[in-house]
């Protein structure tokens, strides 16, 4: 079986966002780029697969679509222990255009369960993995906690409210993955790291697609006021600007 | 022309989050001049559906067939796409909930329609149809544009109030026509905690932290919980050591809810944790530490000892419900 | 004649038996990773007071008294062993006379320290039959480590009895010329008074035979018992670390792959062609210990005074510094024949850490090196726990999630923690 991962390329949480150009772009200066942290979890799930003879996983890649400030995040993602890895030359313009680009490159190779995170923590689009699985006719399975080959199959325990289904699917098929995937993100080694800078990573034109939506511009939320502390032995005062000011009890 | 927004039901019936989508159709509907047509699949009684017409829709489509039996993402797809198809709508409103996002995009692509997920407010302009979204994990808003003729949103949960606007709200059993091999999805079994109420459901949610200390001191926090009528959650090294349930754990990689009061007691306001929570209405901390982190976040707080504070909370909420 | 010829060929067996053992345990060796040696003054002087002082022995003040008495007396008793084994040779008696006065004085000593020790060994066998010492047990103490421990001190008690046997006969043999002083044996010679001289000769042959003997058999028990120590601690602590407990060294080959990292241009000049593949990093079985590593476990007496001041194990966490020492030679021994045979690439699918050693063990350690201050015999467990550490960071990385977060905070954050690096200054507002 050969698993690709799509990774998306995001800032770093601690990231204090800014904006340029009118609030029409992110102010790119000082970011640390990471990989996103459920692409992460499900790379962790995809490696501790293969490591598992009984799941006969032989190839673990993975795809993002950047600019080559992407990178370095992908040579952390060869470093973590993904075999290969695929970089679409282009800047992620929206869901469905990341999601064209993957499609035309898993066409050519050949994937038996691409795993896409549930959210970017940039954009926040959960959109990327269902866009994929439909331009590839893939079934598709979301909220998956947890996934386990068994044969040919996939087994999966997907999220729903209120509980959890445990569900079969052939592959070929998308995963779309949420937390519990795995329990920590894995880490690169220093080994990892070196072996690295040897591992394959293909750079790949885009094809011409035409974005279906567009980032106007953004808006720094409204400072928030300052929080109003009630004093300990007083409480009844909390439950008063609760129910009066606040109104949500 | 329409709007179709699709409303999910759970064993046959709606929650406050359909309505909620209903009535958000509904304004957008006005705002476009046009009418509401409200998608439901599944089992769902006639006196059930009827209930979407009270929030604004005109006509209500209901598919129920073996196939929709089970949530398989290609067959709600297609169902929802030859819905939209037959009903010429325009604009398709989803929520963003598990559901929504597994279907949404896979809809987008057959109908070639531009989608936003996420977003928290009605339309700011019709023409370019420009829709306000939460980026950054609610670090700030991004205004986005939808290109395309036809126009997908999914709506954040707990976003938009619920309106009631009786219609007409007709019931109209659609016949969809779904491939055979179309359903992929094999069910093995289903494991469904009835009773509690849902984490993403609830519009009070009591979460504790590592600051309780340890298991043993959840008692009064659950108190509190069941004096508001909230759910209970956790962060995550709370969940991560086995003291609550992981489906409890609120945060970046749990969790992301969005209710109309959040009380924090003994979380020092990490992050991830907030970005799970951020949405939130009305964030409330209870901790000892003056200094934590979370205060940055929070509109009302109390600095003291969990473990005294939560039974005076309790004592004053049963109080204040008397009067 | 008779008594020379088989003399000798109990001496040439000995040797021949310690040679085998010898060879293999230089097999063992040359398996292990290279360690520089310098400064030999200053390590002449810590091999001066650490262990020809006894200094830390002292730190256990009264038990390690009367080692102090045991090891000092071994010193001077030597001196009598070589001379038995020329005159066993030689076919003379007590050829060391020639020294005279000098002679007298290393007798007299030698006998005094053979009753001392002797009392000392008895105080030791009661202790460990009788009372509980708590750092005598143990997860990494079986039954044959015990066993080993007792036959050990029986044979000592043995060398001294026949010893004082072999002197006491001699004083009490030859009442005229009697060459030495013996305070400890001439009092005793009264017990032989009213033997026969042919039964006092017959006593003195006994014990004299019986003492070489023993010695023989002894040479070649200690490096297949704890007791090992009995020739390795001189040359251990000799050859011991001498950098500050606590130092940690750098590695050069990750010097050079961070500078690489950092200075992507400058690492292009330097490795152009193939580089030589880097070698494991840490150490995952006994092939990646140091000898100095593998010296120490076979110099280790499982004393358990380290494992006694681990706050690791006080506070009942799985790590024994004595274990991680003791286990380095159960595991050499298993596999160090293989290897020999084999060669470098040969495995039995096991290995020193993960089946001997658990991640667990070396977690728990704080690096506190109270283990490594403890040693009498300067034995450094904290540079080879941390290597194990470095193969579980650096080749599997396999650390503690906790320490995950950190390594991944201080990529990105430059900091430990998930605080924007733009917040670096709040704290001087």
């Known amino acids: 079986m050969k698993i690709l991962i799509c990774l998306s390329n995001v800032p770093d949480t601690t990231t204090k966002v800014k904006f340029i150009d009118g609030n029409s772009s992110l102010d790119k200066t000082g970011i640390q780029w990471i990989i996103n942290p459920w692409d992460e979890l499900a790379l962790t799930r995809a490696l501790e697969l293969k490591e598992n003879s009984g799941a006969s996983v032989e190839k673990v890649s993975v795809i993002t679509v950047g600019a080559n400030n992407a990178d370095p995040t992908i040579r952390k993602a060869l470093a973590i222990g993904a075999d290969n890895a695929f970089r679409v030359n282009a800047e992620p313009m929206d869901d469905y255009f990341v999601a064209a680009q993957i499609a035309e490159v898993v066409e050519k190779e050949n994937y038996d369960i691409i795993l896409c995170g549930i959210e970017s923590s940039d954009y926040n689009g959960s959109a990327v993995g269902g866009m994929l699985s439909e331009l590839l006719g893939y079934p598709s399975v979301s909220a998956v906690s947890q996934l386990n080959i068994e044969g040919g199959d996939v087994l999966i325990t997907r999220e729903i409210d209120g509980g959890k289904e445990v569900v079969t699917v052939s592959a070929p098929m998308v995963a779309i993955v949420q937390k519990g995937i795995a329990k920590e993100p894995r880490i690169a080694a220093m080994r990892g790291i070196m072996m690295a800078k040897s591992k394959p990573l293909t750079v790949i034109e885009p094809v011409q697609v035409d974005a279906m939506t567009e980032f106007v511009n953004y808006e720094l939320p409204q400072t928030k006021a300052a929080c109003k502390m009630v004093d300990p032995d007083n409480v009844k005062e909390l439950v008063d600007l609760l129910r009066n000011e606040a109104k949500v009890i | ?323 | 004649m008779v008594k020379q010829i088989i003399f000798a060929i109990t001496l040439i067996i000995t040797l021949g038996v310690f040679a085998y053992t010898l060879t293999r345990l230089i097999s063992y060796f040359k398996l292990t990773k290279p360690f520089p040696v310098k400064n030999i003054g200053k390590r002449i002087s810590v091999m001066l007071s650490v262990a020809i002082g006894q200094t830390k022995i002292f730190r256990f003040p009264v038990i390690g008294f009367l080692h102090a008495m045991v090891f000092w007396g071994f010193c001077v008793i030597l001196i009598g062993s070589i001379e038995m084994i020329i005159d066993g040779l030689a076919g003379t008696e007590r050829i060391l006379k020639v020294l005279g006065g000098v002679y007298d004085i290393i007798i007299a000593t030698g006998d005094v320290f053979a009753f001392i020790i002797f009392i000392s060994i008895i105080v030791f066998l009661i202790r460990r039959m009788f009372l509980n010492v708590k750092r005598f047990g143990g997860i990494e103490m079986k039954h044959k480590s015990h066993k080993d421990a007792n036959f050990a001190l029986t044979l000592i008690l043995l060398l001294m009895v026949t010893l004082l046997g072999m002197n006491t006969a001699y004083v009490a043999g030859n009442s005229t010329l009697i060459h030495g002083i013996y305070p400890v044996s001439s009092l005793l010679s009264g017990l032989l008074a009213s033997l026969s001289s042919d039964t006092i000769h017959l006593i003195h042959e006994i014990n004299w035979w019986g003492h070489i003997l023993l010695i023989f058999f002894f040479a070649n028990y200690l490096p297949y018992s704890k007791h090992f120590h009995v020739f390795m601690s001189v040359p251990n602590v000799f050859l011991s670390r001498l950098d500050p407990l606590g130092k940690l060294p750098n590695m050069d080959s990750i010097t050079n792959e961070v500078r690489a990292i950092m200075n992507p241009d400058m690492a292009s000049q330097e490795t152009s062609g193939e580089s030589e593949p880097i070698g494991r990093f840490g150490v995952l079985d006994v092939e990646d210990v140091t000898w100095k590593n593998y010296m120490d476990s076979l110099a280790c007496t499982q004393c358990g005074r380290c494992t006694s001041v681990c706050p690791a194990n006080i506070t009942g966490k799985k790590l024994s510094p004595r274990k991680i020492i003791m286990d380095v030679r159960a595991r050499m021994k298993e596999k160090g024949p293989g290897l020999v045979k084999n060669g470098k690439d040969y495995t039995d699918n096991k290995s020193l850490v993960k089946d001997y050693i658990s991640a667990e063990e070396l977690w728990a350690c704080t690096t506190c090196n109270a283990c490594a201050q403890e040693c009498p015999i300067n034995i450094n467990h904290p540079t080879l726990i941390v290597d194990m550490r470095r193969y579980l960071v650096m080749e599997e990385a396999a650390a503690p999630g906790e320490l995950n977060s950190i390594f991944s905070n201080i990529e990105n954050n430059g900091a430990p923690w998930q605080f924007s690096p733009e917040d670096r200054l709040k704290w001087t507002e």
């Not at chain 2, 398709?92 to 928290?120: D, E």
Request: charged content about 20%.
């Open chain 2, 1 to 323: 022309m329409s709007v179709l927004v699709y409303t999910e039901n759970w064993d046959g019936k709606f929650k406050k989050l359909s309505f909620e989508l209903v009535s958000y159709a509904g304004k957008v509907a006005e705002m476009l001049g046009t009418k509401v047509t409200a998608l439901s699949i599944g089992n769902v009684s006639n006196d059930e559906l009827s209930k979407l017409g009270t929030y604004g829709a005109d006509k209500i489509l209901t598919v129920n067939n073996e196939q929709t039996a089970v949530l398989d993402n290609q067959v709600y797809s297609s169902v929802i796409a030859q819905a939209v198809e037959k009903e010429g709508a325009k604009v398709i409103i989803i929520s963003n909930n598990n559901t929504g996002k597994a279907v949404a995009p896979r809809v987008a692509v057959r109908l070639k329609a531009g989608l936003v997920g996420g977003v928290t407010k009605l339309p700011s302009n019709l023409d370019p149809f420009t829709v306000t979204k939460k980026v950054f994990s609610g670090k700030a808003f991004a205004n986005v544009t939808i290109k395309t003729d036809c126009k997908m949103i999914t709506l954040a949960q707990n976003s938009f109030e619920v309106i009631e606007k009786k219609k007409e709200g007709a019931v109209e059993t659609l016949n969809v026509n779904i491939e055979s091999e179309l359903l992929k999805t094999n069910v093995k079994n289903t494991e469904k905690q009835s009773g509690k109420i849902l984490l993403t459901d609830a519009e009070i949610v009591v979460s504790g932290g590592r600051g309780m200390k340890s298991p043993d001191n959840w008692g009064p926090l659950e108190e509190l919980a069941e004096v508001l009528g909230a759910a209970t959650a956790c962060s995550r090294p709370v969940s991560d050591e086995g003291w609550r349930p992981h489906s409890e754990h609120t945060g970046q990689t749990g969790k992301i809810i969005a209710p109309n009061l959040y009380i924090a007691v003994g979380i020092s306001g990490a992050i991830q944790h907030l970005a799970g929570v951020s949405s939130s209405k009305c964030i409330v901390a209870i901790n000892n530490d003056k200094d934590a982190p979370i205060f940055e976040a929070t509109d009302y707080g109390i600095v003291g000892d969990a473990l005294k504070v939560l039974p005076a909370l309790v004592n004053a909420v049963k109080e204040s419900k008397s009067q």
